[in-house]
């Protein structure tokens, strides 16, 4: 059994243009939803066209890219040949932009199954299911249905007339509060400026916080105000991950040539990078190959934290290993630092304060005047201390009270 997904692909927008290929933050409608669905498994997906312009073309390429199967479809005979008898198809409205947590729970395993939301003036842009209810943009049907489109005599609209094969077929109902069409959580986007408002929503709606009080108290909000401009270009999640990764390399040999002050101040800015990357991985979809970019920077990132005195001694006369204080006590503050990231991932929904413990961000603001002013075995010897201390505080005032 697999999962398929239908997309559809084919409304016009008052330009002209296809809704699909709508932007919001730099990435098209039908790319986001593409990414959302290869979270819940689907590894081909059939968009529903009319036309065929170059845009959606390259658009589908994008998706092709990230190791996904496209087949534009016409009609329900198109679509047969790609279904087997116990596959699932999950159905997308044209235009939809939803949440994982959506496309999760039409996914899950079981009979057909449609995202129904109330009548209300928030919803009016859904199909009506009945008196009361309006489809919430996905659905998931069986083979059969597709197979029995096909052989309906006429021109049907390929994805309206299965979710009506599915209401009629009894498929379960999931509902969704309206309340998450005022939040913009759940849309049809039928025009631009609809999409401008959705984007302008999802900014304020992100949450920047975390792990660590330098990125939560420093770096993520200086993130939040050129939010607006990270988000405008696909090209900015692109090229992000290369600037950081440079920026990086070059505290690395900033601190093997002896610039030690040069090469923390470079540090904060690769701290800015790492601290955009997550902020863009909380607005938009993106691949696994990110994802692990990314991962694999914040450990280099943490790496260098712990032998930054080492690399900072080949500069020096002699090769002269550093200042027991460094030395010691920067894999020391490396660890503990790895420790309250361990803690914070392991912590579930039991503990709060998270922006209480100490991160890689907090100490290299703190190392740059050290470093510049000449106090730096000093502040090495300080940072585990205070990382210590932030720890035990965090879990002093980030467990919930027992219930009595």
Known sequence: ????????????????????????????????????????????IAVAVGAVPGELLAACDRIRRRGMKVTPVRTASDLVP?????????????????????YAAIAKPGSPAILVTGDTMLTQGFERIDATRRWGGLASISQPMVAELAAMPGEWDMMLTLLRLAVQAGARRLYCEPALF???????????????LIEQSSLQRIEYGGMGLGRSAIMMPIIRLAGPLLV?????????????????????????SGLAAAGALVAILGGLGLAAM?????????????????????????VLLAIFPWLLSLAGPGHRMPPFSEAALAPCLAATILLARSLYEDSGERRRFHWLLPDADQAWIL??????????????????????????????????????
């Open 82 to 102: 790609l279904v087997e008898g116990d596959d699932r198809i999950i159905l997308v409205a044209d235009g939809l932009r939803a949440g994982g947590t959506h």
């Open 1 to 44: 059994m697999a999962l398929i997904a239908l997309v559809g692909a084919s409304e016009t927008l008052p330009d002209g243009s296809l809704r699909a290929l709508v932007t919001v933050a730099g990435e098209t409608l039908i790319e986001r939803q593409a990414a959302r669905l290869a979270d819940v498994g689907v590894a081909h």
């Open 367 to 404: 190392l740059a005047p050290a470093l510049l002013f000449g106090f730096a075995p000093l502040m090495f010897a300080v940072l585990p201390l205070l990382a210590l201390f932030q720890i035990l505080l965090w879990l002093r005032l980030a467990r919930r009270p027992e219930a009595r």
């Open 182 to 196: 005022e939040q913009g959580e759940i849309a049809i986007v039928a025009d631009r400026p609809t999409a401008a």
């Open 232 to 256: 405008k270009s696909p090209a900015t999640a692109r090229y992000l991950p290369h600037v950081t990764a440079l920026l990086w390399v070059a505290v690395a040999l900033l601190a093997a």
């Open 278 to 302: 997550r902020f863009l991985s909380a607005f938009r979809a993106e691949s696994a190959a990110q994802d692990r970019a990314r991962d694999v920077i914040r450990t280099f990132a943490w």
